[in-house]
Structure formats: structure tokens, C-alpha cells
């Protein structure tokens, strides 16, 4: 079975653009989070999604948004981009909802560069 | 608030030699803990947990870790490294209750093979 991906892999931006990453989760897992990896770094929760609720929210701003779509596959999108956003954008998908353990299986991520 | 503490940022070890890579934490509740490791422009991929039950857990690739409730720790050790071990390790913790908080990481510990 194909594990987690994420898309783009590499992406450079400049200062006030929109980003847009794309993720797959692993077939049969209905949760999908995303993590923001800043170089140096442990990855920092951003948002949980599950059956296409958001179930969760790290302490981000409002520039950062993301939704499930009816396949379990998620978007996060980022606006007014600042220098500050340039991370590795992680995905993580895992099967359960309630119950949860936190155990998740990660993407590569997307790696954000913004100029 | 749950928070997580990897105490060493760096860890340089002989081949064949073996490690602890420490991690303490603190939350008012019952936890969930977990080791991940990540390679060179890689996702991060699950080492061990620890849910509930023994105290003593063994994950993938020699990796074992402890549970001590008392001491707030979830220590990862290896009796032998390989030059494969080389990668970033973050501990995690979950506070469970459907994911909503999603995983807190600690900052990592890179852990170096000296041949």
C-alpha cells in the first residue's frame, strides 16, 4: 500500500503570496494533521482534520487554513506568506478518530522556502 | 499544557557503542509517548510507543524505551549503534482525547555515529 504523499515537494514563494500543499493519506486512515517543521526544530501541530471536520488546532494564525475533502485527502493553505513560514510542511494520516492514541504515519512533507 | 524536553541536541557515539537519547515531559494528565525518527530529507517514521501496560517498550531496529511515570521520562536506548542510526530523533507526547491537541514534539536530538 502506498504510504502518506504530499505535493509539491519543493516550492519557493515571495513575501504576501498564497500557498497551497496537497496530501494523500494512507488508504482506509479517515484522519489527516498537519505539522510545521521549522529547520532546527521538532515538528509543531497545526491542524487535525477527521471525516472532514476539523477536530483540532495548534497555535497558528488565521492565515493558516486547511480542509478534508470527501476522499480523506486534505489541503492546507497559507496566505500573506511570510519569511517566517519557510519550514517543511508535514503530513501525517492515522486511522482512528475518538480513542486516539496519536500514533501517525507521516509524508516526506513539502518543503516552503518564501523569499 | 503538555510540554516535552530532549535534553541533549546532539549526541556523538562511537559504532557498536551504546546510547540513551533522553526525554522528559510534564502534563496534568494520563500520556501517551512516542520516539520517532527522521532521516536526511525524510518524513519522520514511528520507533516505539508506549500506551499503556509495561513500562519497558521495544520498537523497530534494537530501539527500546522506558516509561518512568515518577521521573516524567521516556528515555530511548540502543545496546549497539550502527552507522545507520544516524538521523534526527524527536520524543512526543499525546494527551489522547480524540487528537485534538495533536502530538507536542520535543526540539530533537541528533544522534551522530563516529566510525
Keep these: 500500500d502506498a504510504g502518506v504523499t504530499q505535493s509539491p515537494t519543493h516550492l519557493i514563494k515571495t513575501r504576501g503570496q498564497h500557498v497551497t500543499l496537497r496530501c494523500s493519506p494512507i488508504s482506509g486512515h479517515k484522519s489527516v494533521s498537519w505539522y510545521q517543521q521549522v529547520l532546527g526544530q521538532g515538528p509543531q501541530f497545526i491542524f487535525q482534520y477527521y471525516e472532514k471536520e476539523e477536530r483540532g488546532r495548534g497555535n497558528f494564525p488565521d492565515r493558516f487554513s486547511a480542509r478534508q475533502f470527501p476522499n480523506y485527502s486534505s489541503e492546507l493553505n497559507v496566505n500573506a506568506l511570510l519569511l517566517g513560514d519557510s519550514a517543511l510542511y508535514l503530513c501525517a494520516s492515522s486511522r482512528l478518530g475518538t480513542g486516539y492514541t496519536g500514533e501517525l504515519f507521516f509524508g516526506e512533507g513539502s518543503r516552503l522556502t518564501v523569499l | ?115
Design chain 2, 1 to 115: 499544557a503538555q510540554s516535552v524536553t530532549q535534553l541533549d541536541s546532539q549526541v556523538p557515539v562511537f559504532e557498536e557503542a551504546p546510547v540513551e537519547l533522553r526525554c522528559n515531559y510534564s502534563s496534568s494528565v494520563s500520556v501517551y509517548l512516542f520516539w520517532y525518527v527522521q532521516y536526511p530529507n525524510q518524513g519522520l517514521q514511528l520507533l516505539l510507543k508506549y500506551l499503556s501496560g509495561s513500562t519497558l517498550v521495544k520498537g523497530i531496529n534494537g530501539f527500546e524505551a522506558e516509561f518512568n511515570k515518577s521521573q516524567t521520562s521516556f528515555h530511548l536506548r540502543k545496546p549497539s549503534v550502527h552507522i545507520s542510526d544516524t538521523a534526527e530523533y524527536f520524543c512526543a507526547v499525546s494527551e489522547g482525547g480524540g487528537g485534538a491537541d495533536g502530538l507536542t514534539f520535543g526540539k530533537g536530538t541528533h544522534l551522530i555515529i563516529q566510525p
